[in-house]
């Protein structure tokens, strides 16, 4: 079984930045998509951004520009750097790894950006 953790989130002011890590063990971790997703209070539970198992990154139209994701295979990590961060930003983040059948979630991690 693959299990996510995630870290970083936090509270931040308009404009701040934070960077989330999300840690995986168990599994294949390089042969592994991985996706940041995040949920606002009384919303659907969004993609953000996602790196497959060779790189190629994607991102939601919103976030484009403010935030990348990478991944470290030696590590086993996936991480999101969120730059200029607005207060609709605010939501609870969760990675996601996947491949063929399987899908894992993290436990989410809480960002709040306001003044």
């Known amino acids: 079984q693959v299990q996510l953790v995630e870290s970083g989130g936090g509270l931040v002011q308009p404009g701040g930045s934070l960077r989330l890590s999300c840690a995986a063990s168990?599994?294949?971790?390089?042969?592994?998509?991985l996706g940041w997703y995040r949920q606002a209070p009384g919303k659907q539970r969004e993609l953000v951004a996602t790196?497959?198992?060779?790189?190629?990154?994607n991102y939601v139209d919103s976030v484009k520009g403010r935030f990348t994701v990478s991944r470290d295979n030696t590590k086993r990590t996936v991480y999101l750097q969120m730059n200029t961060l607005k207060p609709e930003d605010t939501a609870v983040y969760y990675c996601?790894?996947?491949?063929?059948?399987?899908?894992?979630w993290g436990q989410g991690t809480q960002v709040t950006v306001s003044s």
């Open positions: 996601k790894a996947d491949r063929e059948y399987y899908e894992y």
């Open positions: 168990g599994g294949i971790f390089r042969l592994y998509n």
């Open positions: 790196i497959t198992s060779g790189g190629t990154t």
